[in-house]
């Protein structure tokens, strides 16, 4: 699933989405529903029947398959889960990875590295995009008078 170099855009961050069971998959749907420049990412699941090895060498895959020169940011799911604790082995200078994942993160982090390929620059976009997208909505219509 994804559709790793389908622009050919040399230099772009690449992005590789990684998760306990379907919910990497989940997010490409939605992403590819909600962003017009869906492209250069991919996802890979790890399921309970899976072999933690096997994951880490798709995981290697993948990033090369979305890494055109700029760098790969990979987005996990839970921080100290085996999806996480398998992509470490491929953290470096241009393979960043931020935990945690949801669609803000997601659709910041496709906007964002259309505006720079600088990895710490984005990387502080996507989180900030993730921590404003993570609300108490009733909370927020009563500070606005709109609910009781």
């Keep these: 699933m994804g559709r790793a170099g389908q622009i050919g855009v040399t230099g772009m961050i690449g992005v590789v989405l990684i998760s ?11 992403g590819e529903m909600l962003y017009p420049n869906f492209s250069q990412v991919e996802c890979l699941p790890l399921w309970p029947a899976d072999n933690p090895d096997e994951f880490q060498e ?11 020169g700029g760098g790969v940011i990979i987005l ?19 393979v960043r990875m931020l935990a945690g994942m949801n ?21 502080t ?20 008078g709109i609910i009781p």
Excluded: F
């Excluded at 798709?58 to 055109?68: A, F, H, M, P, R």
């Design 76 to 94: 996990t799911d839970l921080m100290g889960g085996t999806p996480c604790n398998r992509a470490l082995y491929s953290l470096s200078s241009n």
């Design 58 to 68: 798709k995981l290697e895959g993948k990033i090369k398959s979305v890494d055109t």
């Design 20 to 30: 306990h069971g379907g919910m990497a998959e989940g997010m490409v749907s939605s």
């Design 125 to 144: 976009l996507v989180l900030e995009e993730a921590h404003a997208g993570t609300l108490d909505v009733n909370e927020a219509l009563r500070k606005r």
């Design 103 to 123: 669609l803000p993160m997601l659709l910041a982090l496709l906007a964002a590295r259309e505006q720079t390929e600088d990895l710490d620059e984005i990387a």
